[in-house]
């Protein structure tokens, strides 16, 4: 294959894409604005996956590919393809070809683009019919921001980077789990996050989306605490304190109960009063996404029924998901790296099998694995 180099790196990814240049580099890779010369030059992102090191890379790439294959809505980025680069030495290197989109929420913010209240309710339409979607089908993102939502020039907008997301217990309609994993931008963590640390569920994502809606409106991040301690500071100075009896009900952690106790009582206020925004409406939403107790906090469904919605709402686009997403992996300790490479070549292939193209014969990808 021929290889071209972008940021230094070796992109090998057939004839079929005319790769132009590189517009991203994130922690897991780096993607290329490239054409796609067997669909009318259009254009698309490809994504180069850095090399899979562990265990907990491979379920991180094994979780993105699986979710975003898997969803199939407007506002889920969506994988087009993948490209398998295989090496005689070790596992061959991943592109994943999605839409392109030429900025993200977060450009936005920070450029001088003034959005109008049509604007930003537009948005904020897209983002809770994808996230009643993706919930719908028993997954949390858990890193929604600004940075992590692609839009194009006609507003259109949708959720990237899924490799944090999870499936929820739906017996329990919540899920546990070692917090030291828990790597989110703090500025858009739920307060049940931060502060009980145990059990947490859908409402994480309603808070970050609410987090960054605020943004939209003010073009300034809400919550931009420096540290933990002055995080939770802020929670209370912008949204009150919750009663004892309320923090009860989402505080699990005991060391966050003690020093819970030694901050003073502040009477609950509304998110919207600081942030500037002239629609009443969007306010009104505004509030209710940030609501500090998770179980008071509005559901992605009540979102789309709320009247800040009303004259742009289209209930036949409010879907949700029908397939099955299967996740087994994510539950079993004993799952070796090899294990989930071949997963990943497993869910490669689905994508190639759906494209019509050549699968990769995972038997030899494997027994070469284990040779090294
Ligand atoms: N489909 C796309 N179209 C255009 N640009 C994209 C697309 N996907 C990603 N990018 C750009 O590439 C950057 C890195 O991509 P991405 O966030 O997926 O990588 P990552 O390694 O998972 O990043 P992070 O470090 O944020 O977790 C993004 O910040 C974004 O600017």
Same mark, same amino acid.
């Given at each position: 294959m021929k290889s071209n180099l972008f940021?230094?790196?070796?992109?090998?990814?057939?004839?079929?894409?005319?790769?132009?240049?590189?517009?991203?580099?994130?922690?897991?890779?780096?993607?290329?604005?490239?054409?796609?010369?067997?669909?009318?030059?259009?254009?698309?992102?490809?994504?180069?996956?850095?090399q899979i090191e562990d265990v907990i890379d491979a379920k991180r790439i094994l979780r993105e590919i699986k979710i975003q294959r898997s969803m199939n809505h407007q506002n889920i980025l969506k994988i087009y393809d993948i490209i398998y680069d295989k090496k005689t030495d070790r596992f061959?290197?991943?592109?994943?070809?999605?839409?392109?989109?030429?900025?993200?929420?977060?450009?936005?913010?920070?450029?001088?683009?003034?959005?109008?209240?049509?604007?930003?309710?537009?948005?904020?339409?897209?983002l809770c019919k994808g996230l009643y979607y993706l919930h719908s089908s028993g997954s949390i993102h858990r890193d929604i921001k600004p940075g992590n939502i692609l839009a194009n020039e006609k507003c259109e907008v949708c959720y990237c980077d899924f490799g944090f997301a999870r499936k929820y217990d739906e017996l329990h309609d919540q899920f546990e789990e070692n917090m030291t994993e828990y790597v989110v931008t703090r500025y858009y963590r739920a307060p049940e996050i931060m502060l009980s640390s145990q059990q947490y569920s859908k409402p994480v994502d309603i808070w970050s989306l609410g987090c960054t809606f605020a943004e939209l409106m003010s073009r300034k991040t809400l919550f931009n605490a420096p540290n933990y301690i002055q995080m939770i500071k802020m929670f209370f100075n912008i949204?009150?304190?919750?009663?004892?009896?309320?923090?009860?009900?989402?505080?699990?952690?005991?060391?966050?109960?003690?020093?819970?106790?030694?901050?003073?009582?502040?009477?609950?206020?509304?998110?919207?009063?600081?942030?500037?925004?002239? /629609?009443?409406?969007?306010?009104?939403?505004?509030?209710?996404? +940030?609501?500090?107790?998770?179980? *008071?906090? #509005?559901? =992605?469904?009540?979102?789309?029924?709320?009247?800040?919605?009303?004259?742009?709402?289209?209930?036949?686009?409010?879907?949700?998901?029908?397939?099955?997403?299967?996740?087994?992996?994510?539950? /079993?300790?004993?799952?070796?790296?090899?294990?989930?490479?071949? +997963?990943?070549?497993?869910?490669? *292939?689905? #994508?190639? =099998?759906?494209?019509?193209?050549?699968?990769?014969?995972?038997?030899?990808?494997?027994?070469?694995?284990?040779?090294?």
């Open positions: 940021g230094g790196i070796p992109f090998n990814c057939g004839e079929r894409y005319r790769l132009i240049k590189l517009v991203g580099t994130g922690a897991y890779g780096s993607v290329v604005l490239s054409f796609d010369q067997q669909n009318q030059n259009m254009k698309v992102a490809i994504k180069k996956l850095n061959g290197d991943i592109y994943i070809v999605s839409p392109y989109f030429p900025v993200d929420l977060d450009k936005i913010i920070k450029s001088s683009q003034e959005l109008t209240v049509t604007q930003v309710q537009f948005i904020m339409y897209q949204l009150g304190k919750p009663s004892d009896e309320e923090l009860n009900q989402f505080v699990t952690n005991e060391n966050a109960h003690s020093f819970l106790q030694t901050l003073p009582p502040k009477p609950k206020k509304p998110a919207s009063n600081s942030v500037p925004y002239p /629609d009443p409406k969007a306010r009104d939403l505004l509030d209710q996404m +940030l609501e500090i107790n998770p179980k *008071n906090r #509005i559901t =992605a469904q009540k979102c789309l029924e709320h009247p800040f919605f009303e004259s742009i709402r289209n209930q036949a686009e409010e879907i949700t998901f029908a397939g099955n997403l299967e996740c087994d992996f994510e539950n /079993d300790d004993s799952i070796t790296l090899n294990n989930l490479k071949q +997963l990943i070549l497993i869910e490669i *292939n689905q #994508i190639k =099998a759906k494209n019509n193209e050549a699968q990769i014969i995972i038997e030899e990808e494997m027994k070469r694995l284990n040779l090294y």
